[in-house]
């Protein structure tokens, strides 16, 4: 029997700008195992560097050369594509289950946008507190997109919330492919900057 390798869990994923396609990529790593009929598996974890724009086909065919690659520099196990057993959902969790951002303000203005494309968010939560003093007034978005271009107020941190408070969308669904903050208004009394947290989950 040959040797099979199936897919058995998300390890980590992390998002980075790569500067050569000017695009966000995620980095996916995956525990996999080696096995015949299932007798003493070997255990190893590969990784694979997807694209927002990959379809699953790409997303999938770049897992397996990723278990190919591998399990040969691993093991020095030829293992062949069609050996390579991935069931349908491994390609669906090419993301984290929940992204979170922290973005600095000391004026009005945009925070970095949160590539979720892969695996969109909808419920969220936000978090504004007073750095190097107490802010006096502010006004912060939580904000979705569809296409990264048109963005819509899922929640607005104010300082009538007050700081150090969250935010939360409870049980409202805002199914989003990206999201970001945006100081709408700020006053910073004695506070030197505002720091703001964004947390969306599936």
């Given at each position: 029997m040959a040797l099979k390798s199936v897919f058995l869990s998300m390890v980590n994923c992390s998002v980075?700008?790569?500067?050569?396609?000017?695009?966000n990529l995620t980095k996916v790593a995956f525990e996999m195992y080696l096995s015949?009929?299932?007798?003493?598996?070997?255990?190893?974890?590969?990784?694979?560097?997807?694209?927002?724009?990959?379809?699953t086909a790409i997303i999938r065919q770049k897992m397996i050369d990723a278990i190919v690659l591998k399990a040969q520099s691993e093991f020095a196990v030829t293992l062949p594509k069609e050996d390579i057993l991935?069931?349908?959902?491994?390609?669906?969790?090419?993301?984290?289950?929940?992204?979170?951002?922290?973005?600095?303000?000391?004026?009005?203005?945009?925070?970095?946008?949160i590539d979720t494309s892969l695996r969109p968010l909808s419920v969220f939560s936000i978090l504004v507190t007073g750095i190097g003093g107490v802010?006096?007034?502010?006004?912060?978005a939580f904000e979705g997109s569809l296409n990264g271009l048109a963005w819509s107020e899922i929640l607005r941190?104010?300082?009538?919330?007050?700081?150090?408070?969250?935010?939360?969308?409870?049980?409202?669904?805002n199914p989003s492919l990206f999201i970001r903050s945006r100081c709408v208004s700020l006053t910073l009394g004695t506070a030197a900057?505002?720091?703001?947290?964004?947390l969306g989950v599936p």
């Open positions: 980075f700008f790569d500067p050569i396609s000017s695009r015949e009929d299932n007798v003493n598996p070997r255990t190893f974890v590969s990784d694979a560097i997807i694209d927002p724009a990959d379809s991935l069931p349908t959902y491994a390609t669906g969790l090419t993301s984290p289950a929940s992204e979170t951002r922290q973005d600095i303000f000391t004026a009005p203005g945009v925070g970095q946008t802010p006096l007034a502010w006004e912060v941190h104010t300082h009538l919330v007050g700081t150090g408070a969250t935010i939360y969308s409870g049980s409202n669904r900057a505002i720091g703001t947290t964004i």
